[in-house]
């Protein structure tokens, strides 16, 4: 079983609350660090954990603005360069030195920078749908139910509806995992409705762009410098990690493996044994 930790980290305002699960023997020197996507939360490690805790310690944080981690007084912190302060908070909270890291979607934007930093912790690097370009047209797709007035329900089955619906590209989940992943989304507000599981500020620097202002997220150049292996998994119908940025990912990394995951977009949820056992395999290459 897991359990949950909490740590400080540093805004413009003050201090704020890290929330982490930890799987397996605290003892053990094989760490990785699993991160999750804009809107998620740590729990969506939870299969891949149970698989892995015999043979890792698994660190897996709720990014702030989600989960168990503290919302934002000043919602302009809210941002790559707070989500990798707090990353290296934590590392050097737990005095680790040497992790794998996997990073779904935003995650792995973090991580991805994390790897290019001088006597980088991280050792390898999984990279669940994203790379080192991000397309405007995906942009925009997110920005447009991630602004919408944030949506409360009276149960679980409108709860499950709206996951099925807006993380369709998670796969083809059977009914019992979707419900699953419904109740880790939300959490009961004051009034006893269930309310997504993350601040709605997150999305307030998409909040002020018409649609002719979406820009694509280049990160060619941070892309460049990464020389750690590097295992990409890339959902076969996504629009956010596309075939053309891989063909371009691969040109300069030799360290480069990918795994091309049928019936599933952005981002494949990782839930399954075929997934997860990609994975395994991978991290059990000397």
């Not at 890291?101 to 792995?108: A, I, N, P, Q």
Request: a negative charge.
């Amino acid at each position: 079983m897991s359990k949950y930790h909490k740590i400080l980290g540093k805004d413009s305002v003050g201090n704020h609350h890290i929330a982490y699960q930890e799987w397996g023997n605290p003892e053990q020197k094989k760490v990785l660090i699993a991160v999750h996507g804009l809107t998620r939360n740590s729990r969506d490690f939870d299969d891949l954990a149970e698989e892995l805790q015999s043979d890792y310690r698994i660190i897996c944080p709720d990014v702030v603005g989600r989960g168990e981690s503290d919302w934002l007084s000043n919602p302009s912190d809210y941002g790559l360069p707070l989500y990798i302060s707090d990353s290296l908070t934590l590392i050097q909270q737990l005095n680790l030195t040497s992790v794998d890291w996997l990073g779904t979607s935003m995650g792995g934007l973090i991580g991805m920078n994390i790897a290019v930093l001088p006597n980088s912790p991280i050792k390898r690097l999984i990279l669940n749908d994203v790379g080192a370009f991000i397309p405007a047209t995906a942009i925009q797709r997110i920005a447009e139910y991630l602004c919408q007035e944030p949506p409360t329900f009276d149960d679980f089955v409108q709860v499950t509806e709206y996951v099925k619906k807006n993380y369709s590209g998670f796969g083809n989940l059977t009914e019992a995992q979707w419900e699953n992943l419904a109740k880790k989304s939300v959490k009961l507000n004051a009034k006893g409705e269930y309310r997504l599981n993350y601040d709605p500020a997150i999305s307030t620097s998409l909040q002020e762009l018409q649609p002719n202002q979406f820009q694509p997220v280049d990160l060619w150049m941070v892309w460049n410098l990464i020389q750690c292996p590097v295992l990409l998994l890339h959902g076969e119908n996504s629009d956010l990690l596309l075939s053309e940025t891989i063909e371009k990912m691969q040109e300069n990394h030799p360290l480069l493996e990918i795994e091309h995951l049928p019936d599933c977009g952005h981002a494949p949820s990782l839930m399954s044994l075929p997934q997860i056992d990609i994975i395994k395999r991978w991290l059990n290459k000397k």
